[in-house]
Structure formats: C-alpha cells, structure tokens
C-alpha cells in the first residue's frame, strides 16, 4: 500500500522555465511533508518543507503547494537551472517526527 | 567537515550471510537513522539510535539490528541475508532525536547486493 505516490518517473524541462513536480498521498493523519533532492552517488539532501497548517511555503526559487483536501502537494521550481537536473523525492510523516513515508521518486531533467 | 560518511561503498554478499555497514555521523550530531533504499523506490526507515540505544524501529524484522558507539557512529546489521535485502542502505545523522526530521543530513549510502 503505497501512501506516499509520485506517478511520473520523470520529468524534462526546459531551462528557464517552470518545473512542476507532483505528489499524491492517502494518508489523512499526514501532518509534515517534505521534498528531498537526490544527485547519483550522494545522499538525499533536503530542500524545503510545509505543514498541514499552511498551504504554500517559499524558498527561493523552490515553492510547495499543500493542497490537503485533494491529499496532494507539488513542488514548484522558478527559473529551472541546470544544476536542479536530480532526483526529487516527496516523504510525509506523521508529526515531524523519523518515520517518513517517502515516495518513488521523479527525476527531473532540465534541458539546455 | 566531513558530513556523513558510509563504509563500505558496495558490498557483495551471498543469501545466508550476515553483513555489517557502519556510518559516522556529522561532527557535532548525537543521533543516527539507517533507511533502506530498494531499486526505484524511495527510502525506508530502519530505525534511530540516540544515547547508544534504539529509539524508534520502523517495520523491519528482527534480522536488522543495529548499535551505536559512544563515538555516536553506528553500525547496521543484517543476519541471514535474502535477496530482498538488495538495496542501497543509507546513514543520516541529525543534532537531537528532537530535531526536526528535514534537519537531518544523509550519506551517499552503501549499496548491498545479495546473490
């Protein structure tokens, strides 16, 4: 049972424009979500976090939507650069606590 | 600063066997989380350990173990080996078990494979 879904295994953009990821979640207890950046051979690194008490937080060019009663969020990305071509995964808990549900992951290709 | 360091990088192992992966955390950082990575799938946690003890354990059979030194590295165990076990294993550390859980910094991980 997979509480946590990120339906596209992969995204292309093109540089400069918008990225949209996307992230549908089943679990009504979800109160923390999270989006977490992969490059190949490191460790996720986190990018930026909401709370079921808001339902948009900013930072930078990196913006999360929290849409609570369609249980979806996105991530958006304004200008994407080159350097965002990763991995992003999406993971929820209940509380901010360690036990995270993560999604399968979308990676993003920004296209020159 | 060295961030989170994982050994070894890759491991080969037979169904059966046991395997040991160890992790030292972030300098500064008391407590450390073991996720398990399948191929294309997103991390599960394993479970935490602060203070040398196990805090919280995620939906893992008692083949995963683990420990924590007074060093507050850490180690993973896994005993009698199964395919599914396969995946990349990964190390994050963070300052408290209090510490909100975007605040902890993860290892390029281990990548186990069972033959």
């Known amino acids: 049972d997979q509480q946590v879904k990120q339906n596209s295994p992969s995204l292309s953009v093109q540089e400069g424009r918008i990225s949209i990821l996307n992230c549908d979640y089943t679990?009504?207890?979800?109160?923390?979500f999270l989006w977490y950046k992969k490059y190949p051979a490191e460790g996720p690194t986190f990018l930026i976090s909401?709370?079921?008490i808001k339902d948009k937080n900013e930072d930078g060019r990196f913006t999360v939507f929290l849409n609570k009663s369609a249980k979806h969020l996105s991530l958006h990305i304004v200008p994407s650069q080159p350097g965002d071509s990763a991995v992003y995964f999406c993971?929820?808990?209940?509380?901010?606590?360690?036990?995270?549900?993560w999604g399968a992951g979308t990676k993003l290709i920004i296209k020159p | 600063d060295a961030g989170v360091t994982q050994s070894p990088t890759h491991l080969i192992k037979t169904r059966g066997q046991q395997v040991t992966l160890r992790c030292s955390p972030k300098s500064g950082h008391d407590t450390v989380s073991w996720y398990q990575q399948a191929l294309g799938q997103g991390p599960q946690f394993i479970f935490q350990?602060?203070?040398?003890?196990?805090?919280q354990r995620g939906n893992f059979p008692d083949r995963f173990s683990g420990h924590q030194f007074p060093n507050y590295s850490s180690e993973l165990n896994v005993n009698a080996l199964l395919l599914g076990d396969s995946a990349l294993y990964l190390c994050?550390?963070?300052?408290?078990?209090?510490?909100?859980?975007?605040?902890?910094?993860f290892g390029p991980g281990t990548r186990l494979t069972v033959l």
């Open positions: 994050a550390s963070s300052l408290t078990p209090g510490t909100s859980v975007g605040e902890q910094f």
């Open positions: 679990n009504s207890m979800f109160d923390y």
């Open positions: 993971a929820a808990s209940v509380g901010s606590n360690y036990q995270l549900i």
């Open positions: 909401i709370s079921s």
């Open positions: 350990y602060y203070e040398e003890e196990e805090r």
